[in-house]
């Protein structure tokens, strides 16, 4: 048992896990950013320019609720497909939002790579250049003497 905790404490800290489970939590997070745009500012503005339409109250019915009064006995059976409407929109601006996020992520990527690198620091002598100069100065050593 303890073999097995350790290979999964291994696991759970390797660097792509950790990474996964940050990107699945802010994508819960953007996701409902994106569905509060949808519901809140975008499908408001949809429904004054189709009338007052709400997708998500359409639905057809395939068999109407058995009620007692204010009880109900049978709950209605119904495609909810103006739900599915409105799940199919949030799914496009999502994936339209991700598709400009790296989009834009990629452009800056390739800026930087545009970059040019620092100028590489001059070569210094090479050693076949240090050595004639050490023979340079010894033989004006010696020319001395």
């Known amino acids: 048992m303890k073999k097995f905790l350790n290979e999964f404490k291994e696991f759970a800290m390797k660097g792509n896990v950790v990474d996964m489970a940050i990107g699945v ?16 500012i975008i499908m ?3 429904g004054v320019l189709t009338g007052g339409i709400n997708f998500s109250d359409y639905k057809f019915v395939i068999k109407d609720a058995v009620s007692n009064g204010t009880e109900v006995i049978t709950p209605e059976v119904a495609i909810t497909w103006g739900s599915f409407v409105q799940t199919i929109f949030d799914f496009v601006i999502i994936a339209f939002c991700i598709f400009v996020a790296i989009k834009a992520m990629n452009r800056f990527k390739r800026k930087e790579e545009e970059t040019p690198a620092a100028p ?5 002598p090479t050693q076949e250049e240090l050595l004639a100069e050490i023979r340079d100065l010894l033989k004006k050593e010696v020319d001395k003497k």
């Open 25 to 40: 939590i802010i994508g819960a997070a953007f996701g409902k950013i994106v569905t509060s745009l949808v519901n809140d």
């Open 44 to 46: 408001p503005g949809l």
């Open 120 to 124: 590489a620091a001059p070569a210094g």
